[in-house]
């Protein structure tokens, strides 16, 4: 006679949401995308660590996909959160601390002279896009082919249930290429509302590529020419590149950008930023959720922001993000494989060369997986303030067991 | 010299509001639609009570738009919560929770064999319409003509910044006529995905209207015939009218269901369910947000719909909105007014008769909100489980003194 199986662990739970969940899991956190191995479920999480529904222990490098950028549990931000939370969360209408971190965003953020709160990402790049058209009077959005700006049927990665009249108004450029896009804009005549673009170029299983200055500069002359919105999409970029704007570094400045993940560490927030030129399209448009005014999510994300600038949380993801990158260029040479670590040193994309559907880079992260370290084979990671210097070097040890091995079974 | 204004007072958060937020907020709970005298801003909550920023008390009928439905700070709820929260919230994957919530309420719900969940009500009604589009590989949805179902491009009761391409393959019909819901479907042909329907007719401004069992029928028949989808949207009815679904007492169901607002008590959730034939289409259409995996807002909802079954929280919330109703009705009649009382007791809407642009309901609400009662003129109301037979008899204290100066008034 056999013990019952575990209802509580990762292959039951899997087997359970087989049945009630349509296959097993939606989106972007389904596992199916990761190497055999990675786990479904999760019991817990504590600063930059994770535990498995099986009780494995993880240093975190996902970040639950962004949205952890001062650790799990973090104490200020969850002290504001449960200071509100004994008040109120969703009432009639919002509390006081919508406008003060309207007030402290809106300083924050270089380009802000307003902003608006929602829920999800997807939430903030429509509320964009919904702007731009309200304050044109036009209806063409140029985006860069293969980015990612959300999954409602206007931008989702896929077109299964979406019409052709969902993405009428599309036209796509590349990006970094200047040329491109000023084709696709010549292709809209009078008729272009907006530029929506990513900070860097975050597509999934490539290179991540930092926009030349020329090309920020290109986009925010020809939106200034036509009269269009530059929008920026920082959902997945804000408060991991910098607090007032990622594109500040190049002295470009959008007229909208889409915010949400690490805004509010982990509590479910999102929000668009504008200038002062596009506030009363944003006051004509009609967009809501019964959630948006909640006010426990606000008071975490002004706690998360003022501890960001407090303890230069950005510098100090940059140097863990650098640290690790160091380690792993150092052991990838040493064991004889070439990776490339693309994008900021905070939000780090690893892929092996001559890796054919990232077999090499899976088996990769599968080996620091077993040891304790949960990488992403094919997708931007995260660094968080939570990762110190001794999670870093821990990482490192693992990292290089996973390269010995890789090596040893090359050979 | 005066005292410096209360930086905290409604009144100076409206103006700050007004700097940083276009037109001072955005959507339903701009308080722009209410009658003077109403409160924009909350301090706090707690049961069916609210607070404003001014420290002014309410016995409150909004319930946050719906999504209170046991009280504020129910303990049932937040213990649940905050014993997830203890654990982890926003992680790499979903937590446990996430299946046991799945199987429940797919054991609740008549019609589900599975669920989706998300964070928006408008997220729930356009995930049911991809998955309706996916699963038929059509494009015509009808709806009524209207009703409020989100605020997307797509749904949103304003068409400014919306294409005429967002909406290209919607079609109206009248809610409980059933000649112009089959005269819609016969402009469809062969392309009609579904028809998407609240449990009963509840339009700002005007009288709520029970669907007729002929009308519920009707629809059944019309998507059983076409093979399209029965989308039923629960948004705002869900968990106050049955909890196995809305048109359970019809007979009727759905293939797909959105749920949002109240079945969590608050915190930030949405939800789809559907039927076996539709989970292959569902799996197959990508939709995702980074919070919808949020485990701590699956643990409050799992807490609410097991609370609201074991106290009978429905049979309480019908009986308290019956006990309103009944004394609103008496008071009505006694000071010389004839109002309607439309819509199920327990989501009560209010109106005057021969009242242009509600005037007299306005005056009416006015009169009772300075008294400590939060009622809404031109939306239906919600009660919730938190509201006890005294706090109903005290609002009737209230709306007796607001009828009887309403009518000094008159003469």
Known sequence: MTAAPDPMSDAALRERAARVIPGGLWGHMRSQGLPAGYPQFFQRAEGCRLWDADGRE????????????????????????????????AMNGPAPVLVELAEHFTALVAHADWTIFAKNGTD????????????????????????????????SPSVVG??????AHLLHFRYNNIRSLEQAAAM???????????????????????????????????????GAALILDEVRTGARIDLAGSWEDLGVRPDLAAWSKAIANGHALAAVTGSERWRDAAASIFVTGSFWCGAVAMAAALACLRKLQAVDGIAHMRAMGQRLRDG????AAAHGFRIRCSGPPQMPMLLFDDDADAALGSAFCSLALQRGVYLHPK??????????????DRTL???????????????
Request: charge should be negative; include cysteine; proline fraction near 4%.
């Open 162 to 167: 979406v019409t052709a009249e969902d993405r």
């Open 188 to 226: 809209c005549a009078g008729d272009l509302a907006g530029v929506l673009v990513s900070p860097f170029r975050h597509d999934y299983g490539v290179d991540q590529e930092l926009p030349t200055p020329e090309f920020a500069q290109a986009v925010r002359a020809l939106c200034d020419r036509a």
């Open 124 to 155: 903030a790049t429509t509320i964009c896009v919904t702007t731009a058209r309200a304050g044109t009077g036009r209806r063409k959005l140029l985006v860069a082919k293969g980015a990612y700006h959300g999954a409602a049927p206007w931008c």
């Open 379 to 392: 997708h931007n990671m995260f660094l968080s303030v939570a990762h110190r210097a001794q999670d870093i």
């Open 397 to 411: 040890d693992v990292t290089e067991g996973a390269f010995a091995e890789l090596a040893a079974g090359r050979r």
């Open 328 to 331: 792993l260029a150092r052991q």
């Open 58 to 89: 993880f240093i975190d490098f996902m970040c639950s996909w962004g949205p952890i950028v001062l650790g799990h549990h973090d104490p200020e931000v969850e002290a504001a959160a449960e200071a509100q939370r004994r008040l109120g969360d």
